[in-house]
Nanobody
C-alpha cells in the first residue's frame, strides 16, 4: 500500500508559478514509477510529468520547458515546479505511484486544484 499526500495547489495569475508536492507513505525507492497527472473539467486525465524506469523522466509536450519534476528521496517526496503558468493549465492535479511486483498496483493522491486566471 502507498498513501500519497499532495499539497501546493492554488490560484495564480497567468505567468505565475506554483510548486506541487507529493509525499509517499513509503520509500520512493520501492516505487517503480511516480508522477503527476491532471484532469480539467470535461477532459480525460493526462500525464503531466513523471519518473519512469530507471531515472528517466517524461513530460507532456504542452508543459515542456515550463514544468520540472524533481524528487527528494530522503523525504519520499516528488515535486512539480510549474512556471509560466497558462489558463489552460487549470485542472485538478493528481499524484500517481505505480508499484510492480507479481501484479501492478496503481495509487492516486486525493488531487489538488490548480487555477490559473488570465
Amino acid at each position: 500500500q502507498v498513501q500519497l499526500v499532495e499539497s501546493g495547489g492554488g490560484l495564480v495569475q497567468a505567468g505565475g508559478s506554483l510548486r506541487l508536492s507529493c509525499t509517499a507513505s513509503r520509500s520512493i525507492f520501492s516505487i517503480n514509477a511516480m508522477g503527476w497527472y491532471r484532469q480539467a473539467p470535461g477532459a480525460q486525465r493526462e500525464l503531466v510529468a513523471g519518473f519512469f524506469s530507471g531515472d528517466s523522466t517524461k513530460y507532456a509536450d504542452s508543459v515542456k520547458g515550463r514544468f520540472t519534476i524533481s524528487r527528494d528521496n530522503a523525504k519520499n517526496t516528488v515535486y512539480l515546479q510549474m512556471n509560466s503558468l497558462k489558463p489552460e493549465d487549470t485542472a485538478v492535479y493528481y499524484c500517481n505511484a505505480v508499484v510492480k511486483s507479481l501484479y501492478e498496483y496503481i495509487y492516486w493522491g486525493q488531487g489538488t486544484q490548480v487555477t490559473v486566471s488570465s
